[in-house]
């Protein structure tokens, strides 16, 4: 979602170039921190103490977080002001099945349309993902690997990028980044990355059945991966 142009003369927009350019790095590092965990739920976001983390003055990080807000990572309360975005396990299941739902479809789509190129894309990403540790080294053992968030999502983008629906695109994506967070909070709390061993696996065959053009194991694949993972999530719960 892009911010909001201003209106006004030239000379407005001259002087607001740089604000919006400082609100677009406000927007990067801090839904950066709250996808990782790095800022937790209902944390209050006070302005001068985030413009101080982030060295960023005031107003664009006004801007940021009221961007952040529209996207449901950040929340604005009447006369309290900013906070890191609960969460419920309620909350996510109910993405979780909405994310069934809207992927498999995308899936599905992309599938019929998706052409050599795309099947290439897709083999070079699971390759990069396979490649990467979700762990830093050893004296680092509780720290989560950024690059391995990356390489993730670029897979699983990809596995819909051919679904011929940029809003569809657009509603997966969000829901991508709300399940990161659930993800990499629930690591942070736990301190067990390594609870989901099948996963590799689960995307090794996933790539195998979108390759052979099986669309309804693609999608049964890609919810039960999904499920999977509410699972462990689920499980400190229980």
């Given at each position: 979602?892009?911010?909001?142009?201003?209106?006004?003369?030239?000379?407005?927009?001259?002087?607001?170039?740089?604000?919006?350019?400082?609100?677009?790095?406000?927007?990067?590092?801090?839904?950066?921190?709250i996808l990782l965990g790095f800022l937790m739920p209902e944390e209050k976001l006070r302005i001068e103490t985030v413009s101080e983390r982030y060295g960023i003055g005031a107003v664009p990080v006004r801007e940021a977080l009221n961007r952040?807000?529209?996207?449901?990572?950040?929340?604005?309360?009447?006369?309290?002001?900013?906070?890191?975005?609960?969460?419920?396990?309620?909350?996510?299941?109910?993405?979780?099945?909405?994310?069934?739902?809207?992927?498999?479809?995308?899936?599905?789509?992309?599938?019929?349309?998706?052409?050599?190129?795309?099947?290439?894309?897709?083999?070079?990403?699971?390759?990069?993902?396979?490649?990467?540790?979700?762990?830093?080294?050893?004296?680092?053992?509780?720290?989560?690997?950024?690059?391995?968030?990356?390489?993730?999502?670029?897979?699983?983008?990809?596995?819909?990028?051919?679904?011929?629906?940029?809003?569809?695109?657009?509603?997966?994506?969000?829901?991508?980044?709300?399940?990161?967070?659930?993800?990499?909070?629930?690591?942070?709390?736990?301190?067990?990355?390594?609870?989901?061993?099948?996963?590799?696996?689960?995307?090794?065959?996933?790539?195998?059945?979108?390759?052979?053009?099986?669309?309804?194991?693609?999608?049964?694949?890609?919810?039960?991966?999904?499920?999977?993972?509410?699972?462990?999530?689920?499980?400190?719960?229980?």
């Amino acid at each position: 979602m892009n911010a909001p142009e201003r209106s006004g003369d030239g000379m407005t927009e001259q002087i607001s170039d740089m604000p919006r350019s400082l609100s677009e790095q406000a927007y990067d590092v801090i839904r950066r921190d709250i996808l990782l965990g790095f800022l937790m739920p209902e944390e209050k976001l006070r302005i001068e103490t985030v413009s101080e983390r982030y060295g960023i003055g005031a107003v664009p990080v006004r801007e940021a977080l009221n961007r952040l807000s529209a996207e449901g990572l950040v929340q604005r309360q009447n006369q309290r002001g900013f906070f890191v975005a609960p969460l419920e396990i309620d909350d996510l299941e109910e993405l979780v099945k909405t994310r069934i739902q809207l992927e498999t479809l995308a899936l599905r789509e992309s599938i019929a349309c998706g052409g050599e190129d795309w099947e290439e894309d897709l083999v070079l990403a699971f390759h990069r993902l396979a490649r990467t540790s979700r762990l830093l080294p050893p004296e680092a053992a509780h720290e989560k690997s950024e690059e391995w968030d990356i390489r993730h999502n670029e897979f699983h983008r990809l596995l819909i990028s051919r679904c011929g629906s940029r809003w569809l695109q657009g509603f997966c994506a969000t829901m991508m980044d709300q399940a990161v967070r659930y993800r990499n909070i629930s690591m942070n709390i736990n301190a067990s990355p390594a609870r989901r061993e099948g996963a590799p696996a689960e995307h090794q065959a996933i790539l195998d059945a979108v390759l052979a053009r099986d669309a309804d194991l693609a999608c049964t694949l890609l919810a039960d991966h999904y499920n999977g993972t509410l699972a462990a999530l689920r499980a400190p719960e229980n």
